[in-house]
């Protein structure tokens, strides 16, 4: 067996064995060539990517991809693959060893990672739809193979994430909940879009949620000349005190949104299940044909999903190794 950094010409080969068990044996979205080196292969500012080919008597059985980000000390680990007719060969467990190496070469490392944190993002199907996808696999999921081979070769749980799904044909706000909302005005709360003319406190409602990316984006979306997505806020005398989006549909009808939040202050209102649906049923008007996210195992935000409707499609493990020092 040899294992060689990828080379450019192996893009057919890698690609056709990543597609082979994609939307099966593994759940992620098979992918076009073009579509697969702008995944796997392409560097960015921030983040060097690492792919290996395994080959056996002239034949490809194994590719393994990880990459390392700017400002960070951790090794991300985004796949390792071989062929079916190729496994217990002990090829899996040289290939993911090369790759921990290479990653450790490029920059000093305190860990290697399997988690959501990692740049590189992999779609995947939810199980018995039409095809419907969520644009991020948080973790490994538990119910493939993958997650003991990890876990024999030392990589620890540290943290489980649950996959929810809804078809918003099936959504319509709880008769409970649309009561807490007509009765909001009465604390001086409100729902509705937010408007910077008419409201403030959007960033320092992200500081108290201590969300920078958060931050980042709603404020890049409230800048847009065109006014940006529609963003859903709870609203107290023209202050922001709590957030859902900005929302859009995305090409595949699934249903987009940033996140959720309300500030620490106004918690003891409800808000929470109150925006949640009022997102539900706003993507539903906009054309969205379903949704999906995911949160963690312990996360008291899924009493919010369930609650909704939504129901738990995958478990994902977020999975770390840690190097001696």
């Known amino acids: 067996m040899t294992i060689v950094e990828f080379r450019p010409e192996e893009l057919s080969a890698v690609c056709a064995l990543f597609n082979a068990g994609a939307e099966g044996e593994y759940p992620h979205r098979k992918l076009t060539e073009t579509q697969f080196s702008a995944l796997f292969l392409e560097d960015t500012e921030r983040v060097q990517k690492c792919s290996l080919t395994a080959w056996e008597d002239g034949q490809l059985v194994g590719f393994a991809n990880g990459c390392v980000q700017n400002g960070k000390e951790i090794g991300y680990v985004t796949f390792v693959l071989v062929s079916p007719e190729s496994r217990r060969k002990g090829i899996g467990t040289v290939l993911l060893g090369r790759l921990e190496k290479t990653l450790a070469e490029k920059k000093a490392l305190t860990e290697y990672q399997v988690t959501f944190f990692n740049p590189i993002n992999l779609t995947w199907i939810v199980p018995g739809t039409p095809m419907h996808d969520h644009p991020n696999a948080p973790g490994i999921d538990v119910s493939t193979g993958a997650y003991l081979f ?9 943290a489980y994430q649950n996959s929810f799904y809804l078809p918003l044909s099936q959504y319509e706000m709880p008769e409970k909940i649309q009561e807490r909302i007509r009765r909001l005005p009465e604390k001086g709360l409100s729902i509705c879009r937010f408007d910077p003319a008419r409201h403030y406190g959007l960033a320092e409602l992200c500081d ?12 890049a979306n409230a800048a847009r000349p065109d006014g940006g997505d529609p963003l859903m806020i709870a609203e107290h005398e023209g202050q922001a005190v709590g957030f859902v989006g900005p929302l859009r549909v995305q090409e595949s009808g699934r249903g987009y949104f940033a996140g959720i939040g309300v500030h620490s202050q106004f918690r003891q209102y409800g808000l929470g299940k109150a925006m949640f649906a009022t997102l539900c049923s706003s993507l539903k008007e906009m054309g969205a044909g379903y949704m999906t996210l995911f949160t963690g195992e312990t996360n008291p935000a899924r009493n919010i999903y369930q609650a909704a409707g939504f129901r738990i499609v995958k478990t994902w493990a977020d999975m770390k190794k840690e190097i001696p020092q």
């Open 150 to 158: 990890f876990k024999n070769l030392g990589y620890l749980d540290f």
């Open 208 to 219: 108290d949620l201590e969300n920078p990316l958060w931050k980042e984006e709603l404020l």
